[in-house]
């Protein structure tokens, strides 16, 4: 009945569209899962994961077992039901980690003949991950919080003309060449690096335990490239022209784009050094599927209700907690595990660190596979001006009852522009100005103090919602604002992680349109 429900809704929203595109307007993390899933049960034929590496991870359910992905698109274990799923170019894949997803499939009774993995794809290099590592380790205050995957350092070598592509793995008698070229480039960046600190990397796990080490070389060009080989024959039948296969379904199929990451984190529009190295938004999530944004129908954007949270470094204006939660939450020191023990201060204590940490733990804003606290703060909307800039209007609310105990919620509006003189191209900031849309440049906003409006909160579950008409007003109102004042278009609210947990709101629209 929820399940017919559901698939009517989606059928509506869809209505005449064939591509859709679902991202994330913020830095990830936004429980993109729940709705790539139920797009991917309910509508979609072909599933594409078009950027980004395993420094994603997604959650699926089936049959009440949990499965924990990095670079398999969501639809992969719809195997029954005949539904394609892609891995494309704009993507960069490490072997190991799709070859273990894969066993996962294997032993759980899934068949993968319906991936197809792009033969132009990047190749994420044993070395790669090295380097990464490495660097962030070295790098003392000036870390950039990356997940370790060795997604920069791939996507480096792509740009610099030099990287290897899945293809490269079809032709064994060529690959040596290919791989050596590779890792005399990247050698050149690891010579003044402590012995110590590259062999404790290159026994990781990651790296297979050693078995690539050579202690004077560092890395044994023969090992990788026999374990290169090995990949190329095991992937073989899966590895295709998706670029050519995609181009064909265009406008015939129902094609789900599955973004990575989110605009803010974004090379293309986000604040560098805090950012991934792959374009997040609508436009980078279509090229790297092989077509352009004209070609996708409805691109939805998700963003959290009425919060937000951010992993790993970087300028985070409305954080609850300031700088003092950012080093709390980057330090190591803290999991999930830790924090359960301190006492539940509650989501309205007055101070803003320790709500912070109240509201993490209501929203479960731990890491899914390391358990390291996500930092949260209030909803930014010069930071969604700022995404809104890369299309994707029509949004997605997700995890609203974290807030449903809230007395007062707050809502940054604009920031306060508080740093010395800063030449903005033809603008010069001063301080005190004002800033409506984010400025993303890391100087400047770091510089950024947000102003907040207050509206009440709802006081009441929202799990007891059915529909639209029974969201309270208070919510209603709030949202209301935030359309007015970004030009937003809600399509759906998520009120918890459960399918029947959700609710379409045709009547929001019909106010805009
Ligand atoms: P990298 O993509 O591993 O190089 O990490 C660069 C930055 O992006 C770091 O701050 C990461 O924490 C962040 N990041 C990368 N992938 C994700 C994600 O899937 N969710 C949230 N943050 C991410």
Known sequence: MIKDLIIAAIALLANGYKTIAITCKQWGDTGKGKFVDLFAQYWATIIVRATGGNNAGHTLWHKGKKFVFHILPSGILYDKEGKINVIAHGTVIYPKILMDELKILEKNGFSYDNLKIALNAKLILPWHILLDRAKESRAGKDKVGSTGNGITPAYVDHIGRNGLIVNDLLNPSLLKAKLERNWKQTYKMLVDYDQDLIRNIMVMEILENGLFYDDESIFNIDAVTAM??????????????????????????????????????????????????????????????????????LSLGIIKGFIMTRVGKGPFPTEYGGSYSEEWCNSGEHTKKTELKISDPGVNYPEGFLKGIALRRRADEYGATTGRPRRVGRLDLPLLRAALRNGSRDIILTKLDVLDEMKEIEICTHYIYTGSNYQYGERLLQNGDTIQEAIMHTTVLENSEPEYVYFPGWLRPLKDCSSYEELPKELKDILEFIITSTGIRPKIISIGPKPEETIFCPEINRLRL
């Open 228 to 297: 290169y080989i090995h990949y190329g024959i095991l992937l073989k039948s899966l590895i295709c022209d998706t670029d050519t296969f995609i181009k064909e379904k265009v406008g015939k199929e129902n094609i789900l784009l599955e973004g990575a990451q989110g605009d803010l984190l974004s090379i293309e529009s986000g604040a560098a050094p805090h950012v991934t190295s792959s374009p997040c938004e609508l436009n980078g999530l279509a090229t790297g599927a092989g077509i352009h944004q004209g070609q996708v129908d």
